[in-house]
């Protein structure tokens, strides 16, 4: 069912930064505002971007996001290893009429 | 404080019916609002699938591959909403999640999840 595509994984050390992308196509993406959530093992996804780049109450400027075209991104500065997590993109699709998600990227800090 | 609790059988037999229950505690399913209270689900080892979602009037929206099969609906004396699943397969076999989301779409609140497994 995942419409948007996103890297499997990616990985980088403690303190750096990684940028996880969301592509999509005009009738989803494009045209439609993307939100980026944390999934911890084992517990429900949390809300970490919506409306492309805002942040929700206590969630720390370390996590950004930003859109272009028919593609999303969020970046992670200042990486930590509580940030080990799956990150999800997600966004409206008009050809579907149906809100969908990305395939999902692990996060892992070496 | 919003909450949302979702629960239900954790295992379905194929061909059954899979009925989960999501309860809201800290708002109204019914009061006008710019929100909609959606199913939500994750098949193991994969990505978040949106399987639909009701507004506070009753409307539903549902994921097109899955209509035929699905019905949300709302219990507004007991502040809850409710996903029926019909004719499942092991292909339905996910963790489940109720959440509250924005006309925007982004999702704020969720309920912990329910593993559904559908075996015989």
């Known amino acids: 069912q995942s419409v948007l595509t996103q890297p499997p994984s990616v990985s980088a050390a403690p303190g750096q930064k990684v940028t996880i992308s969301c592509s999509g196509a005009?009738?989803?993406?494009?045209?439609?505002?993307v939100s980026w959530y944390q999934q911890l093992p084992g517990t429900a996804p949390k809300l970490l971007i919506y409306?492309?780049?805002k942040r929700p109450s206590g969630i720390l400027d370390r996590f950004s996001g930003s859109k272009s075209g028919t593609s999303a991104t969020l970046d992670i500065a200042g990486l930590q290893t509580g940030d080990e997590a799956d990150y999800h993109c997600?966004?409206?699709?008009?050809?579907?009429?149906?809100?969908?998600f990305g395939t999902g990227t692990k996060v892992t800090v070496l | 404080q919003l909450q949302l609790r979702d629960s239900g059988p954790g295992l379905v037999k194929p061909s059954e019916t899979l009925s989960l229950t999501c309860a809201v505690s800290?708002?109204?399913?019914?009061?006008?609002?710019?929100?909609?209270w959606a199913w939500i689900r994750q098949p193991p080892g994969k990505g978040l699938e949106w399987i639909g979602s009701i507004y506070y009037n009753g409307n539903t929206y549902y994921y097109p591959s899955l209509k035929g099969r699905v019905t949300i609906s709302a219990d507004t004396a007991r502040n809850q909403f409710s996903l029926n699943l019909n004719s499942v397969t092991a292909a339905d076999t996910a963790v489940y999640f109720c959440a509250r989301h924005a006309t925007n779409g982004w999702c704020d609140y969720w309920g912990q999840g329910v593993l559904v497994t559908v075996s015989s």
């Open positions: 409306d492309n780049d």
């Open positions: 800290g708002a109204s399913i019914n009061s006008p609002s710019d929100f909609y």
């Open positions: 005009s009738s989803n993406i494009g045209n439609y505002y």
């Open positions: 997600g966004t409206w699709d008009s050809s579907l009429s149906a809100h969908v």
